[in-house]
C-alpha cells in the first residue's frame, strides 16, 4: 500500500515541473508501459491475499485515474502553449504594406486579333486556324502558284528540308484550301495566325501576322467583298466613315487581284483614319481563282467567292500608334506594359462576351 502512495506522490511531484511532451511520455511508458509501475501492480493482483485484495485494487484503480488525468491535462497544456507561441510569432502586420504583384498584359497584336475576330463573327464569319508549319502543296501549289513564281524563292520562303517540301507558311492563304479540303460549300471563314518571310525592317519582320478570309458559295461577286471590307475597317478604327481604293492588282490564286488602300492624314502627329489625301495599302484581295477552287474539288459552275489577307501587325500599329513593328516582337517587359492591354478591360468594340 506504502509503495502505491510512493507511486503516487513521487509522480505528483514530477508533473508539476515544466515539461516537454517527450518526458511526459517517458513517464507514461514508466507508468503505464507493458511493465509500467502501475501495470505491474494490475498483473500482482492475484497474489495479494483475498482480504486485501478489494481495497487494493480499488487504491490502485484511483491512482491510475488521478495520473492517467493528470498526464492528459499536462499534454493539453503544453499543445495550447505551443499553438499560443506560434500565433505570437506568426501574427500579421496589416500596417505593413503588400507585397507588389506583376500583373500579365495583353500584346497588341493578341488584342488586335480579338478584336477582328469578334467583329468578322458578327457578320457570320468562323474563325479557322491551320499550322505555321506548312506543305508546299498547301502554300503555293493548290493556291495556283506556278514552280517559277517568285514568291517560291529561298530568298523570301524559309524552307525546312532540302527538297523545299516542308515551309513556314508565307501568307494565311494555305488556311483556305485546309478549310475547303476539309468541309463541304459554302464557307465563310476567317484564319488569322502567324507567317513568315525573310525579311527584316522598320516595317517587315521575318514573321508577321495576318488574316486571312474566304467566302464561297452562291452568287458571290467582288461587291459583297467591298461591302465585307468597308464595314470591317469602319467597325475596327471605330470611325463611321471610311476613303477605300481598290488599285488592280495580281496574286495567283485570286482573278481578278486587287489591293485596297485606306485614306488618312496625319493631324497634330497623330495618324486619322478616313479622312485627308494620303493613302496607306492595308490588305490584298480578289475573286477566288476558279483553279484554286477546282484543286479542291468545289464546283465552280456552282460555287465562287472572295478571299482577302490582311496584315494585323500593321493594323495595329495603326490604330495603336506604334511606329515600330520590331518593337512588336522584342519581348521588352516595359514596352508591354505600356502598350499591352489589361486583361481585365474588355475592349470598346469588343462584343463577344456582352452580348
Ligand atoms: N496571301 C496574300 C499575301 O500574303 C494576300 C491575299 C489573300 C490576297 C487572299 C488575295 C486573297 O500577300
Known amino acids: 500500500m506504502s509503495d502505491l502512495k510512493n507511486i503516487r506522490e513521487q509522480f505528483l511531484s ?7 511532451i517527450e518526458e511526459i511520455n517517458n513517464f507514461k511508458t514508466e507508468l503505464f508501459g507493458k511493465n509500467g509501475l502501475i501495470s505491474s501492480k494490475f498483473k500482482s493482483l492475484g497474489s495479494i491475499p483475498e482480504i486485501d485484495r478489494k481495497q487494493f485494487a480499488t487504491n490502485l484503480n484511483q491512482i491510475k485515474d488521478e495520473l492517467q488525468n493528470l498526464i492528459s491535462i499536462k499534454i493539453d497544456e503544453i499543445n495550447t502553449k505551443k499553438i499560443n507561441e506560434k500565433l505570437e510569432k506568426e ?3 496589416v500596417s505593413l504594406p503588400g507585397r507588389p504583384f506583376a500583373r500579365g498584359k495583353i500584346h497588341p497584336v493578341s488584342q488586335t486579333i480579338d478584336e477582328i475576330s469578334s467583329i468578322f463573327s458578327e457578320i457570320g ?12 502543296y498547301n502554300n503555293f501549289t493548290a493556291l495556283n502558284t506556278p514552280d517559277n513564281h517568285p514568291a517560291r524563292d529561298m530568298h523570301d520562303t524559309f524552307y525546312l528540308d532540302e527538297r523545299k517540301e516542308l515551309l513556314l507558311r508565307t501568307h494565311t492563304s494555305p488556311v483556305q484550301i485546309r478549310t475547303m479540303l476539309k468541309d463541304k460549300p459554302p464557307f465563310k471563314i476567317i484564319a488569322p495566325g502567324r507567317t513568315y ?5 522598320q516595317t517587315h519582320a521575318p514573321m508577321f501576322h495576318q488574316v ?15 461591302g465585307c471590307l468597308n464595314y470591317f475597317i469602319k467597325e475596327f478604327f471605330e470611325v463611321d466613315k471610311i476613303k477605300m481604293r481598290f ?20 493631324k497634330d502627329g497623330k495618324i486619322v483614319i478616313g479622312e485627308g489625301d494620303k493613302w496607306l495599302e492595308i490588305l490584298g484581295c480578289g475573286m477566288v481563282h476558279p483553279n484554286v477552287l477546282r484543286n479542291v474539288r468545289v464546283d465552280t459552275s456552282i ?8 496584315g494585323i501587325d500593321r493594323l495595329a500599329m495603326l490604330k495603336y500608334g506604334i511606329n515600330d513593328l520590331r518593337a512588336f516582337f522584342e519581348c521588352d517587359y516595359r514596352w508591354l506594359s505600356h502598350f499591352g492591354f489589361d486583361p481585365l478591360d474588355v475592349p470598346t468594340n469588343y462584343r463577344g462576351l456582352s452580348r
Not at 514530477?14 to 516537454?20: E, G, I, P, T
Not at 464569319?125 to 508546299?136: A, H, I, L, M, Q
Not at 460555287?303 to 490582311?310: L, N, S, V
Open 14 to 20: 514530477k508533473l508539476k515541473n515544466d515539461l516537454s
Open 91 to 93: 501574427k500579421v502586420d
Open 125 to 136: 464569319f468562323s474563325v479557322e486556324e491551320g499550322p505555321d508549319v506548312e506543305n508546299e
Open 197 to 201: 518571310r525573310s525579311d527584316s525592317d
Open 212 to 226: 486571312e478570309g474566304l467566302h464561297i458559295d452562291k452568287n458571290i461577286n467582288m461587291g459583297h467583298l467591298k
Open 247 to 266: 488599285r488592280p492588282s495580281h496574286f495567283p490564286f485570286t482573278e481578278p487581284s486587287a489591293e485596297v488602300d485606306i485614306g488618312y492624314e496625319i
Open 303 to 310: 460555287y465562287q467567292g472572295y478571299a482577302f489577307g490582311i
